[in-house]
């Protein structure tokens, strides 16, 4: 696990970009975990994606 440091907040956002039965993080109370090894792939590819990536 990386030690990241978001808010639910923020989390629920980036969340919000992936389709329901694949987030990107998982969700447990106050903590949160990435939902597969490939998170920043995923990330670097929806950024990509949107045009936010260069």
Request: proline share 4%.
């Amino acid at each position: 696990m990386h030690n990241l440091t978001l808010t639910n907040k923020e989390v629920e956002k980036i969340n919000s970009f992936f389709p329901d039965d694949e987030p990107l993080f998982i969700v447990d109370g106050d903590k949160f975990e990435e939902a597969s090894s490939d998170w920043k792939k995923r990330l670097k590819a929806k950024a990509i994606e949107r045009g936010c990536w260069k």
